[in-house]
T-cell receptor
């Protein structure tokens, strides 16, 4: 059973470009969480999604950031018009059920560098 | 407001020594508490998960304790190894659906 997969592992974008980060949850998991980790800081929650639904986006910046988890395919975290402050590691986690009852399994992360 | 506080922020110990990391939380109503290990440049990996009724759980040289009355947990590492150098993150979940609350982590450095 493959773990949570994220791609790309490293992404470099110039200011103003768009960044698309992908997350494929573990097989059988329908709950996906996105986290951001700034350099030298802890993980910060961004958004929690189920298939075709955003359940909680309270940690997502109001502008330029969006997330989706379509019926088919990976979850996508999209950052429009990136700025230097968006440089961070973005981690995706998945779980089989809701509510944090079950363990969240983390992917290896995507390291975004904005130049 | 749900909060998870970890201490110390960082810790340096010699190889072979034991250490204990602390986690205090205010998440309510409580569902479970997890400890994760995050190696530099990698995603977090689960060490232990404890529910309300459990007060201790071991995973090899890692032993986690939970006092649900005082809302405190500790992670004890025995006979530390160089590979234990990592960030240790305490995560607390409530019974409401959705996000868990993450601590900022304790950075452990084990020196030879």
């Amino acid at each position: 059973n493959a773990g949570v997969m994220q791609n790309p592992r490293h992404l470099v974008r110039r200011r103003g470009q768009e960044a698309r980060l992908r997350c494929s949850p573990m097989k059988g998991h329908s709950h996906v969480y996105w986290y951001r980790q700034l350099p030298e800081e802890g993980l910060k929650f961004m958004v929690y999604l189920q298939k075709e639904n955003i359940i909680d986006e309270s940690g997502m910046p109001k502008e330029r950031f969006s997330a989706e988890f379509p019926k088919e395919g990976p979850s996508i975290l999209r950052i429009q018009q990136v700025v230097r402050g968006d440089s961070a590691a973005y981690f995706c986690a998945s779980s089989p059920t809701a509510g944090g009852i079950d363990e969240q399994y983390f992917g290896p992360g995507t390291r975004l560098t904005v130049t | 407001k749900n909060q998870v506080e970890q201490s110390p922020q960082s810790l340096i110990i010699l190889e072979g020594k034991n250490c204990t990391l602390q986690c205090n939380y205010t998440v309510s109503p409580f569902s479970n508490l997890r400890w994760y290990k995050q190696d530099t440049g990698r995603g977090p990996v689960s060490l232990t998960i404890m529910t309300f009724s459990e007060n201790t759980k071991s995973n090899g040289r890692y032993t986690a304790t939970l006092d649900a009355d005082t809302k405190q947990s500790s992670l004890h590492i025995t006979a530390s190894q160089l590979s234990d150098s990592a960030s240790y993150i305490c995560v607390v979940s409530g019974t409401n659906a959705g996000k868990s609350t993450f601590g900022d982590g304790t950075t452990l450095t084990v020196k030879p």
